[in-house]
């Protein structure tokens, strides 16, 4: 869905159009306007399944994220920053690989993991470090991109990655085209804040923006953010990527759109 200002947003299906089984979800999208989605989880289905839905829809698939274990356990956030776990890891790069490949998808959001307990801050980075580098390598000649977040510690306890420097330094020290950062605004606004200040400090390693408002993570406008001011930093700097729509409607879906024409102007 391109907006007025130009940038151009997606649908998170894991967030929107809860209304409706995820197999509906495709279509949903589509008649609202949007032209892109993205999902963390798609491995329950086939990918041609996927596939199909996608261009039945005539949708893009923007992003998946890797694997991650269940709720509540240690890898609910992922593998990458978990000594000992490094072929779980490895495996869940390579799946997470074969279904963005699949699906055409342009990112794959490599999960970065919570520390466990009895883990020190520094074992869990640098074992992210080394598993980062060695995806890079893997994705390089896939054409999917990897994409490293920081995620806010009140949602998400316990993540390896403390901020947004943190994260572009492992960009910076991996060096590869096929590493950039997922910039959560919800994320960002709960834990730093300086929203316009950070987008424009890391831009340069942006790939791709998720947004929600604080304080209960509903749709733009709902909350505490500026978004005129924060969609017009994103369109001053020229960034021409995907902005993935990933939050709880404070009502239905559809109802709660109009932000788009009315914010993003």
Request: proline letters at 6%; one cysteine or more; glycine letters at 10%.
């Amino acid at each position: 869905m391109h907006a007025a200002n130009g940038l151009r947003f997606d649908a998170n299906l894991k967030w929107l159009f809860t209304e409706l089984p995820f197999e509906q979800r495709f279509d949903a999208a589509a008649a609202a306007g949007f032209t892109g989605v993205e999902y963390p989880a798609p491995y329950a289905y086939p990918a041609a399944e996927l596939r199909r839905r996608l261009a039945d829809a005539g949708l893009r698939q923007v992003l998946i994220n890797t694997p991650s274990g269940p709720a509540g356990s240690p890898e609910r956030a992922g593998f990458a920053c978990l000594p000992g776990r490094v072929a779980d890891f490895r495996a869940g790069i390579e799946r997470g690989l074969e279904y963005a490949v699949a699906l055409e998808s342009q990112f794959l959001h490599v999960m970065g993991g919570a520390r466990p307990a009895g883990v020190s801050h520094d074992r869990a980075y640098a074992q992210y470090v080394v598993n980062i580098a060695w995806a890079a390598e893997r994705a390089r000649d896939t054409g999917v991109r990897l994409l490293l977040e920081a995620q806010n510690k009140r949602d998400v306890p316990g993540m390896v990655l403390d901020n947004q420097a943190q994260a572009a330094a492992v960009v910076d020290a991996i060096g590869s085209a096929a590493v950039g950062l997922l910039f959560d605004i919800y994320h960002v606004q709960i834990d730093e804040g300086d929203l316009v200040h950070r987008l424009r400090e890391f831009l340069p390693r942006i790939f791709h923006v998720q947004i929600a408002d604080p304080p209960d993570r509903s749709e733009p406008g709902s909350g505490e953010i500026a978004w005129p001011t924060v969609f017009g930093a994103l369109r001053d700097g020229d960034y021409g990527g995907w902005i993935g729509c990933e939050y709880r409607p404070a009502k239905d879906t559809l109802s709660g759109l109009g932000w788009i024409a009315e914010l993003a102007r």
